[in-house]
């Protein structure tokens, strides 16, 4: 199983692609989720496009949804033809749409069905393949739940490792981003966790903005995954390599990320794509910067009106640091 110190979370519509390279030039190691693909669409969808990546963005995972363990594994099998070498089961989503298909975070209310999409997985492609799950369902506050969740887990299936979105997850009467805000924050759960389950791989996720929350959480846990910070402010990476993975490589700039975008844009527009796919995730480049507001009005007006590669190539002169 890849190490696993820093990860960017699966987020839906954001991790995509074009997002995954951007992030891939800021570090190297960070390990990078997809958007959570549902196995119907993988199976029935346009599977080439839903499962296209660049081999630059390895160590990559694939993030799953469902909860049928035939369809799943069918799913995985197609994915690892693509060359995915890691799979993500996700019983953390609490959507309406998800619950409707009985997966995401209501799976949590039923572990053995759990244990059996694992193993579908796993036994189908014989690849590592884990979890990302919340602490509890609903207004069900104990530690038991989640802990009783694990063991189950740890003992019925190969998984060794459990991404553990600190929140509980409220089923009914909070959207899916009230979901990611409103339910408190327990770290201490998931401390716990590490605790009861030394020999598991515990990384811990939620709210977390800084090195220094990253670093209280790995004197904790073996890992922590970032999802909003990661988005709106990319560049909070760029040391990552050489403070989390032992990198002895020169930390880039945001100059010399924006620079090496050129080439990736470039390949967008000769396969008559639009610059905007990418540099829509690019806008957090310069996050807290003098020229913040240039880079991020330029990126989501003008260059979304003109698709010209000589103004963006204009832009990124203008923000020598
Ligand atoms: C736009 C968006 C889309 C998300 N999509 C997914 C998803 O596909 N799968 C998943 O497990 N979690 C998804 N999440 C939840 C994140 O992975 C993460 O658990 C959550 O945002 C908490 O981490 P954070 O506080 O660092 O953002 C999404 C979050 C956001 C903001």
Avoid at 32 to 54: C, P
Avoid at 66 to 71: D, R, T
Avoid at 121 to 133: Q, R, S
Avoid at 199 to 206: A, C, E, F, P
């Amino acid at each position: 199983m890849y190490f696993e110190k820093i990860s960017v979370a699966p987020m839906l519509d954001w991790t995509d692609r074009h997002y995954r390279y951007f992030m891939r030039l800021i570090s190297q190691h960070t390990v990078l989720y997809t958007e959570m693909l549902v196995a119907d669409a993988i199976i029935h969808g346009q599977r080439d496009k839903l499962l296209e990546f660049n081999q630059d963005e390895q160590h990559l995972v694939l993030q799953l949804g469902g909860s049928n363990p035939e369809k799943l594994a069918q799913a995985a099998i197609i994915a690892k033809e693509h060359g995915y070498t890691e799979f993500n089961l996700n019983c953390g989503c609490p959507s309406d749409k998800v619950q409707v298909g009985n997966f995401g975070a209501s799976l949590m209310s039923d572990p053995i069905l759990v244990s059996e999409c694992i193993n579908a997985i796993n036994e189908a492609t014989g690849l590592p393949t884990t979890l990302k799950h919340r602490i509890g369902l609903d207004y069900e506050y104990s530690y038991d739940f989640v802990a009783n969740f694990v063991r189950y887990l740890s003992e019925r299936t190969n998984c060794t490792k459990f991404i553990v979105h600190a929140r509980n997850a409220i089923l009914k009467g909070l959207s899916p981003k009230q979901n990611r805000d409103v339910p408190p924050l327990k770290y201490d759960y998931v401390y716990q966790l590490k605790q009861d389950f030394p020999n598991l791989h515990i990384l811990i996720n939620g709210g977390i903005k800084t090195t220094n929350d990253i670093d209280t959480h790995l004197s904790q846990v073996d890992g922590a995954m970032l999802g909003r910070e990661a988005y709106y402010n990319p560049y909070l990476f760029a040391d990552f390599d050489q403070r989390y993975f032992g990198s002895s490589k020169p930390i880039k700039t945001r100059f010399e990320v924006a620079t090496q975008m050129i080439p990736y844009l470039e390949n967008i527009l000769e396969n008559h794509g639009k610059l905007h796919y990418a540099t829509r995730h690019m806008i957090g480049l310069y996050h807290g910067c003098k020229h913040a507001k240039l880079w991020r009005q330029t990126l989501t007006t003008k260059l979304i009106h003109n698709n010209s590669i000589d103004e963006y190539k204009e832009l990124v002169s203008y923000m020598v640091e």
